[in-house]
DNA sequence: TAGATTGTTAATCGATTAACAATC
DNA sequence: TAGATTGTTAATCGATTAACAATC
């Protein structure tokens, strides 16, 4: 895309960010952790790759893979120690700081986060709550709704630095852009569009409809499968038959 | 893994299911699918592969070859018809039927799920809302909550095709379990494990946590730039430097 | 015909997998 | 020492990208 740049300060900045930790290998290190907090909660002290890798729902190999990324953090003939193991995957994620995170649309699925026990124990707490609607000024979840007029000076106040969007789809994009402008650079999106960023800004995407639509195209090929429509195995059968 | 199998009959569901469109391109198909659902409630009736990429945040290039394996439903030097391709996607992603979904575990989240209205105007029709606790016989968007106790019985009764699990942790295996033997092959799935489940059940998962861990660990490496505190950088600038 | 844009090819890139030497 | 298991290598696989011939 660029011509060689032979200056080291003006270099892209996909080295500096990555460093080396392949992205879908991020996307599975907060499985290995979850699937080590639980191992550890049922009192196991060390864990062999197969165990890890059963658990987590990944091969033995790959589970390897993605932890020598990290460095050599296993024993040989033996596995690896699980709270050391604990240890070097939240640091890796960042997670031994906490981060401040704010949900902007609180309504059902809104409060559904906002009750959600389980951030607080992996290091994110939600410390505001902005909406437009009524519900701005009641208490949920501990926190007084505030009203999105003020969202440039609650981010700023709260230290925000990860923000949930889970508005309509038709307020997500000047949300986005309002948030982008007050510095946010982490985003979480459930509103059902796709959000334009500048470059820097990361954006993860939960879409529902999505997931299910996923489920549906795989389901249709079971049932067209099963009643036998499926051109290419049906010709494919013949072939293999006559042979 | 398996050795060699010379007998069509007995091979492989993997290439029945996919027939050669690749995992990356059904997971975009349905974010290209609401793009053009959107640009049609805009007016259009034409557009073109850097139109509706730019729409759906990925290149041209990609969505040309994403849609080539559908098809051909473009013309060069036009674009593709906006009303014809939702069509050819909706056909592809399984969306002419109605999908019959139940919701178990009906706390805060699936209490957002089921009243959730981006479901059905995309093929999804809940039909069944299961619980354990006290919520069992109330009514929630129109639906009167179950117990899990009658599970199979539902799931048969509703004819359910994709069931949700919105439950806690600890709950969500056993009835995932139950979900299975019942004869439910597609899963989306809130609860924060790893479902174990035999071949030919397909599991979609949505961590809200991993999320947001996938965004600290980004968050991090940022600060960590800005600061110089990465040390490859710092030591290949140095190397840079003297040369 | 000239301009525009698709569909496809070939090159590149990144992720997965299997195997095994290293080593506890 | 013998058995077990990691960390790494090399091969394979699948996805992305750029470029352009085909064609409206």
């Not at 709550?129 to 969202?151: F, I, M, P, Q, R």
Request: aromatic share 4%; with cysteine; net charge neutral.
């Amino acid at each position: 895309m660029s011509p060689s740049r032979p200056n080291g300060l003006s270099r892209q900045p996909r080295n500096v960010v990555s460093r080396g930790i392949p992205e879908a290998t991020v996307a599975r290190l907060p499985v290995y952790l979850r699937a080590l907090v639980s191992l550890a909660e049922r009192g196991a002290t060390t864990v062999s790759s197969e165990e890890l890798a059963a658990a987590a729902g990944v091969t033995s190999a790959k589970l390897r893979k993605d932890l020598s990324h990290l460095g050599s953090y296993g024993t040989r003939g033996v596995g690896y120690e699980v709270e050391y193991l604990v240890y070097q995957i939240s640091r890796e994620l960042g997670l031994s700081q906490d981060w401040r995170v704010a949900i902007v649309g609180i309504g059902n699925l809104g409060h559904a986060l906002a009750n959600y026990g389980g951030f607080a124990s992996r290091g994110f707490r939600v410390v505001a709550l902005l909406d437009a609607g009524e519900v701005v000024g009641e208490k949920v979840a501990g926190l007084t709704v505030a009203s999105v007029d003020d969202l440039e000076h609650v981010v700023k106040e709260q230290e925000v630095s990860i923000a949930v969007i889970a508005t309509p789809g038709a307020a997500a994009q000047p949300l986005c852009d309002r948030l982008v402008a007050a510095g946010i650079t982490s985003i979480l999106n459930f509103a059902p569009v796709v959000l334009q960023v500048p470059e820097g800004v990361k954006v993860r995407k939960v879409d529902l409809s999505t997931e299910l639509q996923i489920l549906a195209f795989h389901e249709q090929r079971k049932s067209a499968a099963v009643l036998g429509i499926d051109a290419d195995v049906v010709a494919q059968a013949f072939v293999e038959a006559a042979q």
